[in-house]
């Protein structure tokens, strides 16, 4: 659905963009996080056809943006982070005024417009004046703008960005059922953990390189130089430290008050004889979880030492 090669924007000798593969399926919710100026915006530009590279390639739907960029447009649902809204048109009034751009019928319009108000949750704000609407409100009416023509591939730049923590919660409801409507779509974001538990897959660029994408949780693993399980017994816990000390898989263990943190070797996946082992040691466990590593730790991890 959405494919790049090497794209790449340069901006004298600051390269914006530089040499991004991307490869998106139908389905795909991707999370685009970086922090300020890491080419987020840049980049969902190029594949928006809003903005030419200076090298590489991108496809949407299987075409290119040199060649059809007509097509592309009308494939696209690009929501920039600022947007204008007009003065003296109330909600109904701009989303139809926008539904005619689409070229959608206009015995189409009205009902179309209603559906992507309900979408976002502003049908309730139908006759108020865009103009008078909060920050919020008014992301809400520009994403239901974006979905007015039903585009295929979705760029959100920043959509939650002003949104309050109802709206996130919200707008992270949307983003999951447009990824099961199977639209392919780009989210960007600085806020991390936002994006956890919407997106399918994630990338994370910083100054300009993709430094890591793939599923949510391989990009997880990879954060992760090992695993660190915490477990808690009903009694005796240093005598249950000793013996999972002693297992081939287990680095260390680090008693926590009562608990006991086991720090499993690099790369040990398989962790199931922790439990097998104190079970016939007769211990009875209150607590057996590993840890969680959520996108923002993942984040300062992977971007640990990312050259200038
Ligand atoms: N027209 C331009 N001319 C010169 N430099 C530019 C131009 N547009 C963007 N840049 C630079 O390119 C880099 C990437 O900018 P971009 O807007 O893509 O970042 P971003 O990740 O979207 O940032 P933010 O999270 O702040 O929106 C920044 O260093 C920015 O200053």
Do not use: W
């Not at 139809?96 to 704000?125: H, N, P, Q, W």
């Not at 002003?162 to 919660?169: E, K, N, T």
């Not at 994630?202 to 949510?216: A, F, P, R, S, T």
């Amino acid at each position: 659905m959405i494919e790049t090669r090497k794209l790449t924007k340069q901006y004298g000798n600051l390269f914006a963009v530089n040499q991004i593969d991307l490869k998106l399926e139908e389905g795909d919710v991707f999370g685009f996080i970086g922090p300020n100026g890491s080419g987020k915006t840049t980049t969902m530009r190029m594949i928006a056809t809003l903005l030419e590279p200076d090298y590489g390639e991108a496809y949407v739907c299987g075409k290119s943006i040199y060649t059809h960029s007509e097509e592309i447009r009308r494939l696209v649902g690009y929501t920039p982070d600022f947007f204008g809204v007009y003065d003296d048109m109330t909600v109904m009034e701009y989303l139809e005024f926008f539904a005619s751009t689409y070229r959608i019928k206009s015995s189409e319009r009205r009902r179309i417009c209603e559906e992507k108000l309900e979408m976002v949750d502003m049908g309730f704000k139908r006759d108020a004046m865009v103009n008078q609407l909060s920050r919020g409100q008014t992301q809400r009416i520009g994403l239901a703008r974006t979905l007015l023509h039903d585009p295929a591939v979705l760029l959100l730049d920043e959509p939650a960005s002003g949104l309050d923590p109802r709206a996130r919660i919200e707008m992270r409801n949307l983003l999951k059922r447009l990824g099961e409507l199977d639209k392919t779509v780009i989210v960007s974001s600085h806020i991390l953990p936002e994006l956890a538990d919407v997106c399918t897959r994630v990338g994370m660029i910083e100054k300009g390189n993709l430094i890591v994408d793939g599923y949510v949780h391989e990009v997880m693993k990879k954060a992760r130089e090992a695993t660190l399980l915490y477990v808690r017994v009903t009694e005796e816990p240093e005598r249950a430290a000793n013996l999972v000390g002693q297992l081939d898989i287990v680095d260390r263990v680090d008693m926590v008050g009562e608990q006991l943190n086991v720090t499993l070797k690099p790369n040990v996946m398989d962790y199931s004889e922790i439990p097998t082992v104190l079970f016939e040691a007769g211990f009875k466990l209150n607590l057996f979880r590993e840890e969680e590593v959520n996108l923002e730790t993942a984040f300062m991890e992977l971007t640990k030492g990312v050259q200038q």
